[in-house]
């Protein structure tokens, strides 16, 4: 039985002349921690963008969750949890209120939503704030409900694009003390991020260079090969021949 849950084949994307993500291809295994990291004009928010749905492809192909990203795009979005750096919440609502919200996004059942809000609400500890304003929530509890929110309909793929954006190292670590969690439960984590500290904490890392990939490998082995102590050193050896500036 194939363990992949994403599969990329020769993915790219063009805007005009200007090639964006240039024939990329890689798979994701179910449960795994795949970081995806890269400078501005990479092309890692682009290739996100098409694996979530939201982008149409100019050639290649891939899959999401046993889901074709091109003819199949809703399924996949309803197999997929997605958490950005800019906390999708509304503020005006209460903590229930939102994880109502995300649920009848995602079409569950209320059955499923109160059984899944209940579980997530006493592991993340947040039970005495389910009526609780949301704009009066401090940061970290704030990125918790994301994380919840995204997690509310318990996706085969768990998008992070830069979730820890912005937060103070208390918070990221307990941050990423939940992405362990759900990674070990099967959940497949497909993450991006600034800090590349946190790229010592995935399975693999793709590290992307102006539209293609030039590493993939375990942190240590890439450690390894590029003669470095630290993914930061060796995203910096990897990347220092970036052309482009803007980001794609």
């Not at 929530?137 to 990125?143: A, I």
Request: hydrophobic content about 45%.
């Amino acid at each position: 039985m194939n363990s992949d849950v994403i599969i990329v084949r020769n993915l790219t994307k063009r805007f005009g002349a200007f090639t964006a993500v240039d024939a990329i291809s890689f798979s994701v295994r179910r449960g795994e921690i795949f970081g995806f990291l890269g400078a501005n004009g990479a092309g890692k928010t682009t290739a996100m963008r098409m694996l979530c749905g939201l982008s149409i492809p100019t050639s290649g192909s891939a899959s999401v969750a046993g889901c074709d990203i091109v003819t199949e795009p809703e399924p996949v979005k309803r197999n997929i949890g997605y958490m950005s750096q800019r906390f999708a919440l509304y503020g005006a609502l209460t903590v229930m209120q939102n994880l109502r919200l995300f649920a009848t996004v995602y079409g569950m059942s209320d059955a499923d939503f109160r059984q899944s809000a209940r579980t997530l609400m006493q592991w993340l500890d947040m039970e005495s704030l389910a009526d609780t304003t949301v704009s009066s929530l401090p940061v970290g509890w704030k990125q918790k409900l994301a994380f919840a929110a995204a997690t509310i309909h318990n996706p085969s793929v768990l998008f992070l694009d830069e979730p820890t954006g912005g937060v103070d190292p208390i918070t990221r670590r307990r941050f990423w003390e939940l992405i362990y969690k759900v990674a070990s439960e099967g959940m497949t984590v497909f993450v991006t991020t600034h800090y590349l500290d946190e790229a010592e904490y995935c399975d693999r890392v793709c590290i992307m260079v102006d539209g293609s990939i030039r590493a993939l490998d375990t942190p240590a082995e890439l450690k390894k090969k590029y003669k470095c102590d630290t993914v930061d050193a060796v995203f910096r050896q990897v990347a220092q021949t970036a052309l482009r500036s803007a980001d794609a």
